[in-house]
């Protein structure tokens, strides 16, 4: 797994960008799915520090359905697959459906596999920022809907938006050292403790230069969309470093101490479920090197849940 010395301040400006999206208030989860270090400062071509396979698993460990896109069959995130289509679906939780219509498939209806375009060149996803950060970056984001095989909301379901962010590179400042600062971000940090760290990896060193960096996101979307806990601090821990630059020199900033694996939890998701079986909702986005891009739901008994321990 990735070390946060890696970490990416160059989306710090992404919420005022997307302003027209509530992505300030709702908890959220993000990772590094992808980060191609740019050749210069002593790297002498572009290699991957973060190199998972191309595919992205969704994998339903659940007894409840989950609807997966804007509606059935309607198309999701283009430019980031390749070959066939990504379409709406539904995992089926660990039950008897009432329906067997539209299932994701690959794994007995519980899981999907994606197939996603080539990871050294940007995602062209639906919207587009430019003139901000050097190189166009690209943004999408589809609902999750936990307890539905329809798409749509209700008063038994909780739902989150599934967030992909691509560019091949950002013009951050030229600096010799790393930064640590407090920032509200987009596309990393634990949800509650936002924060950013300034890195020479992402620049464009030379006009025909590239450095492409991806990332995945989760975070809490609809009416319940607060109750949703960040839980970065019980899945690789965090770290606390020394503020600078942003932030009063000294003042102690806190961050996930790995990029590439991070999550939420629902608190007795259960109850909002009306099944009587005291059950968490656990999500996890993880990018493991040389190995697919997963997407995870987990239900865990509240009763025993190391994700939510002090939290």
């Known amino acids: 797994m990735s070390k946060r010395k890696i970490l990416l301040c160059s989306l710090v400006l992404l919420l005022t960008v997307f302003s027209s999206v509530a992505f300030a208030t709702a908890p ?13 400062w002593g790297v002498s071509s572009s290699n991957p520090e973060v190199s998972p396979l191309g595919v992205l698993d969704i994998i339903n460990m659940t007894p409840w359905d989950i609807s997966i896109g804007p509606g059935q069959n309607q198309p999701m995130l283009p430019g980031l697959t390749t070959g066939t289509s990504f379409n709406g679906f539904w995992l089926a939780g660990f039950h008897k459906p009432s329906s067997t ?7 007995a209806f519980h899981s999907y596999q994606v197939a996603l375009n080539n990871l050294n060149n940007g995602w062209v996803l639906k919207n587009e920022v430019s003139n901000v950060y050097g190189q166009p970056l690209w943004w999408d984001s589809i609902p ?5 095989n329809t798409f749509t909301q209700g008063g038994n379901t909780v739902a989150l938006n599934f967030i992909a962010t691509s560019s091949v590179g950002f013009d951050v400042n030229y600096n010799s ?8 971000a987009l596309s990393f940090g634990d949800g509650t403790n936002n924060y950013g760290l300034e890195t020479n990896d992402t620049m464009i060193y ?12 989760v975070q ?25 630059g942003g932030s009063a020199p ?7 101490k790995y990029l590439n694996v991070s999550g939420l939890a629902y608190p007795n998701f259960s109850a909002v479920a009306g099944d009587n079986q005291g059950l968490d909702l656990v999500v996890i986005i993880q990018a493991g ?23």
């Open 101 to 107: 219509s539209n299932f994701g498939g690959s794994f």
């Open 289 to 311: 090197g040389y190995g697919d891009m997963q997407l995870i739901f987990m239900a865990v008994p509240n009763s025993n849940d190391g994700f939510l321990k002090g939290l």
């Open 250 to 256: 000294g003042t102690p900033v806190k961050g996930p």
């Open 220 to 244: 809490g979307l609809g009416s319940n969309e607060n109750s949703w806990k960040p839980i970065a601090a019980n899945l690789g821990g965090i770290t606390t470093n020394s503020g600078v």
């Open 28 to 40: 959220y989860a993000s990772i590094i799915a992808y980060n191609e270090m740019a050749p210069g």
């Open 206 to 217: 030379y006009s025909n230069w590239k450095n492409t960096t991806h990332f995945l996101t």
């Open 177 to 184: 050292a790393t930064a640590n600062f407090p920032a509200t």
């Open 144 to 148: 999750l809907v936990f307890n539905s």
